[in-house]
């Protein structure tokens, strides 16, 4: 490991000059804290306590909410393995111990070596500190577990701080969670289970957190419940420290039990002995230095990993460590999350003081609608919705008039073959007149031009449906992006608009049913495809009629047609020239209505669009705005709930970090200078 940093090197050094003092405190074979006496440790402690209280204080501002993880020792184990035992011996306190879950709330313990011979006790909890004393720190504990946790047996996230300065304390901040329970006891909710497993876990998961499992002597430790939620965070248990408690109960096979390490536990293990019953901390000590250097089985255990003393050393070791190995990234992560919320910041909409600054919002804004309307729908830009297809409006749009198109050529109207000459026969003998014979009947040729169009009517009105329910979402979507931040204008607009392109719907519909309607009362074209159509269609004419006259012939080949009955219409050969005029005549001419159709929407289209864009639109949105329910342009300057929350808790959250950035600098500062 390498650190650039200066804090990160001193710490690491700092750790390393421990393992020295290790040495002297293996040789020493009274194992009390030594440590506090120790010169070169107390410059330990001197010099990593600002750090650790550097640490403490990022913890008290909750910057884990900000998502930035701290080096903590989290210590785990199902219930009554002892976990609050263990921490009353490296405290020197008495906590509150028994039966059934006593822990029901993180309980951050913040022990600090001290100088004076009295110790400093107090709670933090809800905003307050509340001082107590030894002899109270239980009864204190459970007061204000029940304040945070009520008095039944539930539990919370909510963190109690206990900071314990008393001498000879080692200098460690650690987290005490609810013990591990499986089946309610009365009075717990249900998903008590879960509960408790949410927390450990939210504790445990951070790379930065160590694990301090606090297993039973008395137990098979691959049963134990903490080691499989420590294992499924740290599978090779490289954070991983493992306390055995209630050695004196269960001496049989422990030496087994830690040198097999069958629970992968990296950071090793330290078995210890309790305060039993009412010991004081001083002779429970002696009972346990006495109990592993005589007992048979006992004393066979390594003296390195045996007993409170060794187990609170290896603790600030691997503390030291933990912090010199993710202070960088603190820092970093602090600038990055400080740096982000300043852009944050920065990005939200100006808070609006005066009629003028709302009136220029409000004009910035339609501008801003305008160009990109006038982008998608018009210019076919698409820089501002690179990816997102469905605004790339213009293509679409062509997409969909060639889609209505190919509805109309596919509809059965335009079939050239079906029950040839059938129809206009039908419609010939109903336009019998008097008159010459070889005028052809304009009756029947609208009367069947009549009948197409009807047709295929409703082809054109479900287009242009289909076609505003497209633009209105567009324009809804282009409206809603840049009245995000406004929210007084969201209503407004939104209303604005849908309202608008209802409008426009109307008209398009009333336009489309004129155009086809128009379409059904006259045959006209000045295009001279019609002409030159139906003459290249008229000189098959006297083939087929030859094979029409033909008895022999069942059926003919029409080019362009394929082959066509002739025994139904031979009865009708007095109108078949008439007939087969008629139908050539519609062929030409109902490529020519279709493709006016399709063109003229395309033309109507574009007309609509480029209204509703460069002038109807913001002409909609001011008159709404303006309306006398529109509370007028005033509004504008009201700012939405959702920003005005996000306002304050940006401003909270950079502040916060502005703190956390100077603490940090502070301990930069000292040892730097050390
Ligand atoms: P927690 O639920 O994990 O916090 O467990 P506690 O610390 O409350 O301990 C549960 C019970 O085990 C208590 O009655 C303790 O006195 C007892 N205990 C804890 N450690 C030891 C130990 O090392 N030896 C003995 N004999 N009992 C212990
Ligand atoms: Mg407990």
């Not at 393992?19 to 405190?25: A, G």
């Not at 070889?438 to 031009?449: D, M, Q, V």
Request: charged letters at 25%.
């Amino acid at each position: 490991m390498e650190f650039k940093d200066p804090i990160c090197s001193q710490i690491l050094s700092l750790s390393t000059l421990k393992l020295d003092s290790d040495l002297e405190i293996a040789g020493d074979e009274t194992h009390h804290l030594a440590v506090v006496a120790a010169p070169i440790v107390s410059s330990y402690n001197d010099r990593i306590r600002p750090v650790l209280d550097a640490v403490d204080k990022l913890r008290n501002l909750a910057v884990m909410d900000e998502g930035i993880e701290l080096p903590t020792i989290v210590v785990v184990g199902d219930q009554s393995s002892g976990k609050s035992s263990v921490l009353e011996s490296l405290a020197r306190i008495n906590l509150p111990r028994g039966q059934g879950i006593c822990t029901r709330v993180p309980l951050v313990m913040r022990l600090q070596n001290h100088s004076s011979p009295e110790p400093e006790i107090f709670l933090e909890y809800s905003g307050k500190v509340v001082p107590t004393t030894e002899d109270n720190i239980s009864e204190a504990i459970n007061m204000a577990t029940g304040e945070i946790a009520g008095n039944g047996k539930g539990i919370s996230k909510t963190r109690l701080t206990l900071t314990v300065k008393k001498q000879g304390v080692p200098d460690l901040t650690m987290v005490d969670l609810p013990g591990i329970t499986r089946v309610p006891v009365l009075g717990q909710p249900e998903n008590i289970y879960d509960q408790i497993r949410d927390i450990i876990m939210e504790y445990i998961k951070p790379e930065a957190s160590i694990i301090l499992n606090v297993l039973s002597a008395t137990v098979d430790f691959p049963t134990c419940e903490s080691i499989r939620m420590s294992q499924s965070v740290d599978k090779n248990g490289e954070r991983t420290l493992a306390v055995v408690t209630k050695c004196d109960k269960s001496p049989e096979g422990l030496l087994e039990k830690v040198t097999s390490d069958d629970v992968n536990i990296g950071l090793g293990y330290v078995c210890v002995r309790n305060r039993i019953g009412d010991e004081s901390y001083e002779e429970a000590r002696t009972e346990e230095s006495a109990l592993f250097a005589s007992h048979p089985l006992l004393s066979k255990i390594d003296k390195s990993i045996v007993g409170v003393p060794v187990l609170a050393q290896n603790l600030m070791q691997i503390q030291a460590k933990s912090i010199a190995r993710n202070l960088p990234d603190i820092v970093k992560k602090i600038n990055d999350k400080l740096n982000h919320n300043l852009t944050e910041f920065k990005k939200l909409p100006k808070t609006m003081s005066s009629v003028a600054e709302a009136m220029t919002a409000f004009m910035r804004i339609l501008g801003q609608v305008k160009e990109s309307l006038q982008k998608i729908l018009i210019r076919g830009e698409f820089d501002e919705y690179p990816d997102d297809k469905k605004m790339h409006c213009t293509a679409r749009l062509v997409e969909m008039l060639n889609n209505f198109n190919d509805e109309l050529k596919n509809s059965p109207q335009s079939d050239r073959v079906g029950n040839f000459l059938m129809e206009e026969i039908k419609h010939l003998e109903e336009a019998k007149e008097i008159s010459l014979p070889n005028f052809l009947p304009r009756t029947a040729f609208l009367a069947i031009l009549q009948e197409k169009v009807n047709g295929i009517s409703n082809i054109p009105t479900e287009f242009v449906g289909r076609v505003w329910n497209y633009i209105e979402e567009v324009v809804i979507s282009v409206l809603m992006s840049h009245v995000e931040d406004y929210y007084q204008l969201q209503l407004s607009t939104r209303r604005a608009g849908l309202n608008l392109i209802e409008k426009m719907k109307e008209q398009s519909m009333k336009w489309v049913m004129e155009v086809v309607e128009m379409e059904k009362l006259t045959d006209y074209t000045c295009n001279p495809e019609f002409l030159s159509e139906w003459n290249r269609l008229m000189a098959e004419k006297e083939a087929f009629m030859k094979d029409i006259d033909d008895n022999s012939r069942y059926q003919t080949n029409l080019d362009g047609f394929g082959w066509i009955a002739t025994g139904n219409l031979r009865p009708f050969r007095h109108l078949l020239d008439q007939a087969f005029d008629l139908r050539m005549r519609m062929i030409s001419y109902w490529r020519i209505v279709l493709r006016r159709l399709v063109d003229c929407m395309a033309l109507h289209l574009q007309l609509s669009v480029n209204n509703l864009v460069n002038k109807d639109l913001e002409f909609e949105i001011v008159s709404e705005l303006m309306a006398p329910h529109g509370n007028g342009i005033e509004r504008l300057m009201e700012e939405s709930p959702s920003v005005s929350t996000k306002r304050v808790k940006l401003t909270g959250s950079v502040k916060k970090l502005k703190e956390c950035k100077e603490i940090l600098a502070t301990i930069m500062d000292r040892i730097g200078s050390k």
